[in-house]
Every structure is written in C-alpha cells, then in structure tokens.
C-alpha cells in the first residue's frame, strides 16, 4: 500500500505505517521519485 500526504511531520509518517503502509511518500508527487516506487510494487 502506498501512502501519499502532504503533512510531512513524524506524527503524519507513524500513522501511515501503524495503518500498515508499506511506502510513505509526501507531496508534491514527483515521478522521478514516483516511477521507481511504483514499479517496485507492482512486484510485489
């Protein structure tokens, strides 16, 4: 699962992995960084 925000504290970061995220990303989404991370979970 991934998981987007754009709330970049650590508060933000430890519910998306308690939710059990398995990438966490924050805005702004840019696909040099985007394109790895979604050809990493396809994958899976």
Do not use: H, N
């Amino acid at each position: 699962m991934l998981g987007v925000t754009a709330c970049s504290k650590e508060s933000g970061r430890q519910a998306f992995l308690a939710a059990s995220v398995d990438v966490f990303i924050e805005k702004p989404l840019d696909p040099k960084y985007m394109v790895p991370i979604l050809k990493e979970l396809d994958e899976w």
